[in-house]
Each structure stands twice: as C-alpha cells, then as structure tokens.
C-alpha cells in the first residue's frame, strides 16, 4: 500500500510563526516494550528532499529500515541519540523517562535547536524547549520520520546484541516486545536483568510475580503506555 512522503509543511509552519531557525524532529522507540530501554532520536534535516522511501519506520521492512538508516545518517544535517535503560523506566515512570532520553538526544546535538517537532499528541518534553507534537508525525514530517528510522534500528541492534545470552527471548527478532516466543521464554525462565520489573505482564507469572517492583513515582501515576499490560491482547 503507497503513503504518502513525508513533508516540510509542519518545520515551514513553526519557522514563519515562530523565527526557529534549526528545528529538529523527535521520535522514540521502546515505550511499549517489555524489555530494554526506550530510545529517542532527534533529528536535523533542514529543507532538503530526503531519500526516496523515507516514512515512518514501522511500515518499511527490517531490510530496507537498516539500508535507509544507513543513508540518512549521511543524509541528516545533525541527529543524536538519547536513551533511558530499563532501570532508569522503573525508577521514573514512562513519561519521566522519556523525557530524560529526549533531552539527551537533543543536548547531544551539536547545535540546540530552536523548536521542536514531537511525534504524537502528548508533549511529555515539555519547558524549555519550544514543541510543537503532531499525530503521526512520523509520517508526515521529514524531521520527524527520520529520526524514527534511526532510531529503530539503532535500538533493535542494541536489543539484538542485549539478547546474545538470552537467545531464547528472540531478542534479535521482537527487540524485547511481547512475541509468543518472549511470553514463552518469561514463563519458563523468568526475566531477564533487562526487563522492566514494575511492569503488569509480571502480574500474569505466578512464579516470577515476587520479582515485581512496586511504582514508587512522585506523582503517582501509571503511565499510559500501549502494550504493557500482560499477555491478554
């Protein structure tokens, strides 16, 4: 099925309205995994044409995702990557932990940028940086689509080499997302130090369920985050 490529409109808008001159685009990868850390790429692409194929990565397959990863860091003016590890995911919460990994991808940029276009409709980002969040920008923004190939690729190579000594979770294939075989490999073996241990899916394991943290947030909250539930879905 043809989408339709991504586009400049959004950095256009934010340069006339606001006089950013460097906008970088934002997106992250890991919020509904089971395991690993959540990883956000930011992005500088100016106003050029970006390579052809460029969408959001979840509909390019894993072959093509890996060969246009590869152009785009050659292509992108900047991009920096930020992550935050399954510890630090326990210890804050999703929200908090996100942007932890957002301001390390940007800080790491070698400019600061001057506005921020953030994929979906929550800016967990927040002051000082000046956000503008589009719905599905990782298919509508050039900024934004890039950084969410980038990043995708970087973080299942990371899972993928985080799973070497634990092949039976089939790190390298579900980048520590629930799959049959990961649910399978929880049952029998239980979690591994790269799990997210206040997460519901533990709450499915009778015999793993004392591995459990208790969510000690300062605000409370559980964070809203898709696929973290348990195994019924």
Excluded at 55 to 62: A, C, E, G, N, V
Excluded at 176 to 184: N, Q, R, T
Excluded at 200 to 216: C, F, G, N
């Amino acid at each position: 099925m043809p989408y339709e490529p991504p586009t400049h409109s959004v950095e256009r808008s934010l340069r006339a309205t606001t006089g950013a001159k460097i906008v970088a685009g934002v997106d992250e990868v890991g919020r509904g995994a089971w395991a690993g850390p959540v990883t956000v790429c930011a992005a500088v692409t100016g106003l050029r044409r970006p390579p052809e194929g460029l969408t959001d990565s979840k509909l390019i397959s894993p072959k093509r995702r890996a060969v246009l990863a590869e152009t785009l860091e050659g292509w992108v003016t900047a991009h920096a990557l930020g992550h935050a590890s399954h510890e630090e995911i326990d210890e804050l919460g999703m929200t908090a932990a996100l942007r932890l990994a957002a301001v390390r991808a940007l800080e790491a940029l070698p400019v600061r940028p001057d506005a921020v276009i953030l994929d979906g409709k929550h800016n967990y980002l927040g002051a000082p940086w000046q956000v503008r969040t589009v719905i599905k920008g990782d298919r509508s923004c050039v900024a934004v689509a890039a950084a969410s190939v980038i990043a995708k690729v970087r973080r299942d190579k990371m899972m993928a080499e985080l799973g070497i000594e634990h092949a039976e979770f089939g790190f390298a294939d579900n980048a520590g997302y629930p799959s049959p075989v990961h649910k399978a490999a929880l049952e029998e073996r239980g979690p591994t130090p790269y799990h997210r241990l206040t997460w519901a899916y533990l709450d499915a394991l009778p015999q793993w369920r004392h591995l459990k943290k208790a969510r000690s947030w300062a605000d409370g909250n559980v964070p809203e985050i898709e696929g973290q539930l348990g195994f019924d879905f």
